[in-house]
Nanobody, 118 residues
């Protein structure tokens, strides 16, 4: 049974940091491209960051507005992908979702809420 379980969300002040985690099970984690998406109220879900490949072939990409502030990483031994979020802004407020993709297989987590507010 495939599971993606996000954690690490919460309330943080502008300029603060959070680290999201997504623990995966039920599939061969290392062979999947892992991504973080987010969805703010009244807006469409958008891609925040992705990471794929292994070793020297590892690649990552980011939504423009989070470059330099967010870092995606993965630990294939722990079947976990992370999103380190620094210098958070109120506009980063959203539900954050983990996604795993390989070929026709597409899996989503249930989401974790991030609220940036003073």
């Amino acid at each position: 049974q495939v599971q993606l379980v996000e954690s690490g969300g919460g309330l943080v002040q502008p300029g603060g940091s959070l680290r999201l985690s997504c623990a995966a099970s039920g599939f061969i984690f290392s062979t999947y491209v892992m991504s973080w998406y987010r969805q703010a109220p009244g807006k469409e879900r958008e891609l925040v960051a992705s990471i794929g490949g292994t070793g020297p072939g590892t690649f990552s990409n980011y939504k423009g507005s989070v470059k330099g502030r967010f870092t995606i990483s993965r630990d294939n031994a722990k079947n976990t992908v992370y999103l380190q979020m620094n210098s958070l802004l109120p506009e980063d407020t959203a539900a954050y979702y983990c996604k795993a993709k390989s070929g026709m297989n597409d899996y989503w987590g249930q989401g974790t809420q991030v609220t940036v507010s003073s």
